[in-house]
């Protein structure tokens, strides 16, 4: 036994010295000892940080040299958990982008088999480190700017939609500018809320990138104005004879609208003169009205007297009508004039 160990050992160092012997002189080697490279290409690999970029913004490039096995069979790669096959030893694959707008990521992990340099390390698969890709969702978005509406009410919480190109919606800042405040809704969202009625603000939109710099994207200015005088109504008429006697009897209270604005805007009857001229007799004294109570149990005696005295060929007025808007301003209405021919 001992024989055989001798021999053995003979018989490597034997080898050893061919090798070298090989490796010195550069003759070609009758059996290679050191197994096939398991990676047999090379390439260059280059990834940006951020698969979108604003102008001038700053990116940071990662780039090195990379070597890879064209043997796909001893290569697997996953791809966010799915097993994806490789042709020449590349993956390729479609990836549908996350519904909902923001940062995601993408992770990729590998095999591959090693052939080993000794009979305890032979066909062994190994792991290569998990790496994560990242990339960007923005919401799809149109703006259309209409420069002769760029106008803030006093008395409304005017709603405002901020979006900038290649920041997501909760790293863009917005501030505002004189007399204005604004309250923020949600992703994106503002009310504007104003405190006079008439000059000029502005608001001032400023976004975070990615690699940390911010993006000033400028002023926009906006007027700031007092809200229209809406129009005094009775039984959805403003004046006229389309109301008969008995209709108008029917009326409960004044109203004030304002129609043709995009904005729900509700104003109060402070008060208003009733005046009724009747056909046959003598007028009886004009009567206030406080609220928008017409006929009604919250109106006055003087006012439930005339609207029940009403007969067909009556001439009934309301004058000095008054209403009180969301901005607190009190304002003087149209009066209303209506005969009654039934």
């Known amino acids: 036994i001992i024989n055989k160990y001798k021999n053995d050992v003979m018989n490597a160092e034997s080898a050893v010295l061919d090798e070298l012997w090989a490796s010195a002189m550069g003759e070609k080697k009758q059996m290679p000892i050191v197994p096939d490279r398991v990676f047999n290409k090379y390439g260059v690999i280059a990834s940006l940080d951020n698969s979108y970029a604003l102008p001038g913004q700053t990116l940071n490039l990662t780039s090195m040299l990379g070597a890879y096995n064209a043997d796909s069979k001893g290569l697997r790669i996953w791809i966010n958990g799915r097993q994806v096959s490789a042709r020449d030893g590349i993956a390729e694959t479609k990836i549908k982008a996350n519904t909902k707008p923001g940062k995601h990521t993408v992770k990729v992990r ?8 000794n009979d305890d390390d032979v066909n062994t698969w190994k792991n290569v480190p998990e ?6 969702v923005g919401q799809p978005q149109a703006s259309i700017s209409l420069d002769k509406m760029m106008v803030f009410y006093k008395g409304l919480e005017n709603p405002m939609t901020v979006a900038a190109s290649g920041v997501p919606l909760n790293d863009i800042t917005v501030t505002g500018g004189p007399n204005l405040t ?3 809704t949600g ?11 008439s000059g000029k603000t502005w608001v001032k939109v400023t976004g975070k990138r990615s690699d940390g710099s911010t993006e000033d994207f400028g002023k926009f200015e906006y007027r700031l ?3 229209p005088d809406p129009l005094a109504y009775v039984g959805g008429q403003q004046s006229g004879t389309r109301l008969s006697a008995n209709g108008m009897k029917a ?5 004030a609208k304002l129609k043709g604005f995009p904005y729900d805007i509700e104003y109060k009857i402070v008060s208003y003169t009733l005046v009724h001229v009747p056909k046959v007799g003598e007028s009886p004294p004009p009567a206030l009205g ?4 017409l006929n009604d149990a919250k109106s006055s005696a003087a006012i439930r007297g005339i609207m029940n005295n009403l007969r067909v060929g009556d001439r009934l007025f309301f004058e000095d009508v008054k209403a009180r808007g969301p901005d607190g301003e009190i304002r003087s209405l149209n ?3 209506f005969r009654f021919t039934r």
């Open 110 to 117: 590998a095999q591959y088999l090693d052939k080993g340099e």
């Open 131 to 136: 790496q994560t890709v990242t990339y960007f």
């Open 251 to 255: 009326q409960r209270g004044v109203f």
């Open 335 to 337: 009066g209303m004039t």
């Open 225 to 227: 104005d007092r809200l």
């Open 182 to 184: 604004l309250k923020k």
């Open 187 to 197: 992703p994106g969202k503002y009310n504007a809320i104003v405190s006079k009625n």
């Open 290 to 293: 406080k609220g928008n109570y």
